[in-house]
C-alpha cells in the first residue's frame, strides 16, 4: 500500500456539492474574477511565519520560543502522516486511520482481530512494539539554497542540471548526516519549486508501541457516505507511545498539553503539521494539463482497482490477507474521492478563472521588472508549449500508469514479471542478486485479486490505447483482457514467492507467460518512458526558472506548496453555507446516537451503526460534549494527525478531514468554504472515561504525563 491511509466516499457527493458552493458567474463575466489573498494557501514554514500577518489578523506575535515549542512537540508519523507528543512521558497522538496499519499488523502478528473490536493497553505492559514503525522530530533547519543552485547552474543539459542537482543534495544530506548521527536523519527539502533549498535534520524515534485505537466503526464513523462531509461524528484519534533505548518511556520536556475545556466559536486555532503535496504554484497552462490528462488518468486507475479489491474483501472476509487488503482498499477509495474533487475543481470555470488572474498578476510585476525580463519573461510561454506538446503522451501514461513493481495499480505477477525483465538484462551478478530479492521480497498476493488487478491493467491498453494497438495485441494475444489475465495468472510461476524462487533457481524465465508478455510490451514502455521522460526533464527546467523569478519578486510573502514538510497554518472556528443551509461548528454525541436510530444499523452497509460498547449509551457520557469541529486552516493530505492548537499551543483537537469544498484544495484554498474537520478534545476525553475505561490514559493527557 501506498500509505495514503484514506477512507471511502461517493463521488458524485463530491461533484454535486463542490460544484454548488462557488459563486455564480456567467461565462462572459468570468474576467471580473479577482484572485484572493491566500490562494496560494496558508501553510507557511515555522523558520519563516508570518508574524506582521498574525499581529494584523488576531493581535497575536507569537515569539521564538513558541515556535520552538511548536516545533520540538510536532513529529512526522512514519511517511504518511502527522502527529506530536502528548505527555512528557513519550505519548503520542495521531489518527485512527494512520495507525489502521499498524492495529492490522499486532492482529496478523497475535492472531487477533483487534481492527473491529478496537485495541486498548490497559497497563504499559501492554503496550505493543510496532516493528518498521518510526516518528521524525525535526531539530534544526539549515538553508542550502546557494550550494545545490551552484551545482546546477554548472552543468549543461537539463537532465545534465536535474542530476546535478541531485547529486548535491545527495552530498549534502550525507556530509550533514554524518555530523549528525546515528539517530538522526538529514532531507533536503525544495520550496518554491526550487526557489529555496533547506537541509531539514530529523531525530529519529525506532521504538513506537501502540496503546490505543478504537473500534474501526467508530474511527471510520459514517463510512463511505460521510467522508468529506460536515457535520461528522468520527472518533478518528489513537495513541502511540514512544519509549527510548533502555525500553523505558521516552521523557521528553516537549509535548502539547491538553486543553480540556476546547474551543469556541471564532477562536483562533492553529495547526502544526506536515502537508504533503499541492500545485497552488502552477501556472495555468500545467493546470489545464493536469485537469484533461493527470488526473482524469489517476481517477480512472484508482477507481478501477478499487472495484478490484473491494470485490475481494466483499467476496473473501476470511481470507488472512483481507485485513491487509481492506487498509489498501480504503486507500485507494479515498484516494479516488480526492481525485474527483481535484478533477471537478479543475473543470470549474471559477476555480480557473481565480488562477488565471493570480497569474496574470504575476505577468504585471514581472513586466515590471525590467532587470528580470531577459532571464524570466518567456519561461511561462515555454511551459506552455511544453506542456501541449506533452499531452500526446496522455494514452500511454493512462496505460502504464502504476506499471511498476509494488504499486497498488499492479498486481504481483507484473511486479515479479517486470523485475524478471530487469533480472535478464542485468549487466552482472551483483545486480541480478539485488533484483532477485526484491523480486522474492514482494507480497503475495490472492491469485483472484492478481488476475482482477492484471484484467484492469489490459482494459486499460485497450480503453486508452485501442484494442488494434501494438501494445494491446502483443499483451493480449487477440483475447479479451479478462482472458488474458486469467492464462497469465494461471499459467506463471511469479505469481507466488515460492514459484518464483524455484523459477529463478532452475527454471526459464523468459517462457513464463508473465514475463513473456512484460517482454512484448516492454519496448514500447521504455520508448513512451525515455520520450515523456526528456519533456518532463525540460519541464522541471523551466519549473526552477519561474520558480527563481516569483521568488525574486515575491520572497516568501506566499507560502510554499506542501513538502511533507512542517508547517503551521492559522484559522478559526467557522461555520459555513452549504446546499441550502449553514453546517455548525461543532457537533455532539447527540449527533452520534441520532444517527443510529435515525438511519439503523443496516443502513449503508452499517456505516451508522454502533460497536456494542457504545450501546445503550454508557452511565456518565454527556451527550451534549462537543464531538467534532470546523475550522477555516488550511491542510491537505499528510495533515492527518496534525494537532489543531490554541494560541497558547495547548490541543483543543485533531485534524482528520476535509469538507467536500476543500477538495480543490491542491490547486487553490479558499477560506469561504474549505473546512478542517476535527475530532474535539473534549470529545476524545468523554470517550477514553466514560466509553472505554481507560481513565489512566485520559489522566495522562490531562496532566501532561503519567
Not at 542540471?161 to 550533514?176: G, K, L, P, T, Y
Not at 508501541?209 to 460521510?226: C, H, I, K, N, S
Request: hydrophobic fraction near 40%; proline fraction near 5%; glycine fraction near 8%.
Amino acid at each position: 500500500m501506498n500509505r495514503f491511509h484514506f477512507v471511502a466516499f461517493a463521488a458524485f457527493t463530491v461533484i454535486f456539492f463542490v460544484a454548488a458552493t462557488q459563486p455564480a458567474f456567467a461565462q462572459d463575466d468570468l474576467g471580473d474574477v479577482q484572485a484572493g489573498r491566500f490562494d496560494n494557501g496558508k501553510m507557511f514554514t515555522l523558520d519563516d511565519p508570518p508574524l506582521d500577518y498574525f499581529r494584523e489578523e488576531y493581535g497575536f506575535t507569537p515569539d521564538a520560543e513558541w515556535f520552538e515549542h511548536a516545533q520540538l512537540a510536532a513529529l512526522r508519523f512514519a511517511t504518511y502522516c502527522s502527529a506530536s507528543f502528548a505527555s512528557a512521558d513519550g505519548l503520542i497522538f495521531t489518527n485512527h486511520h494512520c495507525a489502521r496499519q499498524s492495529v492490522t499488523q499486532v492482529s496478523v502478528e497475535e492472531g487477533t482481530d483487534f481492527n473491529e473490536p478496537g485495541f486498548y493497553a490497559r497497563s504499559m505492559v501492554e503496550e505493543r512494539p510496532i516493528d518498521g514503525l518510526f516518528v521524525e522530530q525535526l531539530i534544526a533547519i539549515e538553508e542550502v539554497t546557494g550550494e545545490v543552485r551552484a551545482a546546477a547552474d554548472a552543468a549543461g543539459s537539463d537532465q545534465e542540471r536535474q542530476q546535478a542537482r541531485q547529486q548535491a543534495i545527495s552530498v549534502i544530506e550525507e556530509r550533514m548526516g554524518e555530523t549528525a548521527g546515528d539517530d538522526h536523519r538529514v532531507q533536503v527539502v525544495t520550496f518554491y519549486s526550487g526557489g529555496q533549498y533547506k537541509a531539514y535534520t530529523y531525530r529519529r524515534y525506532d521504538n513506537i508501541r501502540l496503546v490505543f485505537a478504537p473500534e474501526t466503526q467508530m474511527g471510520y464513523y459514517g463510512g463511505d457516505p460521510d467522508n468529506f462531509t460536515f457535520p461528522r461524528y468520527s472518533l478518528d484519534f489513537s495513541l502511540f507511545r514512544a519509549y527510548d533505548d533502555d525500553g523505558h518511556p521516552l521523557q521528553t520536556e516537549n509535548f502539547f498539553q491538553w486543553n480540556p475545556e476546547g474551543t469556541d466559536e471564532g477562536d483562533l486555532v492553529f495547526i502544526i503539521g506536515n502537508p504533503g503535496s499541492t500545485t497552488r504554484l502552477q501556472t495555468i497552462s500545467q493546470l489545464e494539463y493536469r485537469r484533461d490528462i493527470n488526473e482524469p488518468a489517476i481517477l480512472n486507475a484508482l477507481h478501477s482497482r478499487e472495484l478490484a479489491y473491494g470485490a475481494f474483501v466483499d467476496n473473501n472476509p476470511d481470507h488472512p490477507a483481507t485485513p491487509e487488503l481492506t487498509d489498501t482498499y480504503f486507500s485507494l477509495a479515498n484516494g479516488r474521492k480526492a481525485y474527483t474533487g481535484r478533477v471537478e475543481g479543475l473543470q470549474d470555470p471559477y476555480i480557473m478563472a481565480r488562477r488565471a488572474d493570480a497569474e496574470q498578476d504575476f505577468r504585471d510585476a514581472l513586466a515590471s521588472r525590467a532587470d528580470l525580463q531577459a532571464e524570466y519573461g518567456g519561461i511561462m510561454d515555454a511551459i506552455a508549449a511544453n506542456r501541449e506538446a506533452a499531452r500526446s503522451f496522455g494514452p500511454m501514461y493512462s496505460a502504464f500508469l502504476g506499471f511498476s513493481a509494488g504499486s497498488s495499480l499492479s498486481s504481483t505477477v507484473v511486479g515479479r514479471a517486470i523485475m524478471a525483465y530487469q533480472y535478464l538484462n542485468a549487466d552482472d551478478d551483483e545486480a541480478r542478486e539485488g533484483i532477485r530479492e526484491q523480486m522474492l521480497g514482494l507480497d503475495d498476493q490472492p491469485m483472484e485479486l492478481q488476475q482482477a488487478l492484471l484484467t484492469a491493467r489490459f482494459e486499460d491498453f485497450v480503453e486508452h490505447l485501442g484494442s488494434d494497438s501494438e501494445v494491446a495485441q502483443a499483451a493480449l494475444g487477440g483475447q479479451s483482457p479478462a482472458a488474458a489475465a486469467r492464462v497469465i495468472v494461471e499459467g506463471s510461476a511469479l505469481t507466488t514467492s515460492e514459484g518464483a524462487a524455484g523459477l529463478l533457481d532452475g527454471g526459464d524465465l523468459s517462457a513464463d507467460p508473465g514475463v513473456a508478455m512484460v517482454m512484448a510490451i516492454m519496448p514500447s514502455f521504455t520508448q513512451f518512458q525515455e520520450a515523456y521522460g526528456a519533456a518532463n526533464a525540460e519541464m522541471g527546467e523551466f519549473s526552477a526558472n519561474l520558480a527563481r523569478g516569483r521568488f525574486e519578486i515575491f520572497g516568501t510573502s506566499i507560502p510554499p506548496d506542501a513538502t511533507f514538510t512542517l508547517r503551521i497554518s492559522d484559522g478559526v472556528v467557522k461555520a459555513y453555507e452549504y446546499n441550502g443551509t449553514v453546517a455548525p461548528t461543532h457537533t455532539t454525541f447527540y449527533g452520534l446516537y441520532d444517527h443510529y436510530y435515525s438511519y439503523g444499523p443496516e443502513a449503508e452497509n452499517g456505516s451508522w451503526d454502533l460497536p456494542e460498547r457504545w450501546l445503550p449509551a454508557p452511565d456518565g457520557l454527556d451527550l451534549s460534549t462537543p464531538y467534532n469541529f470546523v475550522s477555516t486552516n488550511d491542510i491537505i493530505g499528510g495533515n492527518s494527525g496534525s494537532p489543531m492548537l490554541d494560541r497558547d499551543l495547548k490541543v483543543v483537537g485533531i485534524a482528520f478531514d476535509g469538507n467536500i469544498e476543500s477538495l480543490p484544495g491542491n490547486y487553490i484554498y479558499m477560506d469561504e468554504f474549505n473546512r478542517t474537520v476535527s475530532v474535539d478534545v473534549r470529545g476524545m476525553l468523554a470517550a477514553l472515561e466514560h466509553v472505554y475505561g481507560m481513565q489512566r490514559l485520559a489522566r495522562e493527557l490531562r496532566n501532561g504525563g503519567m
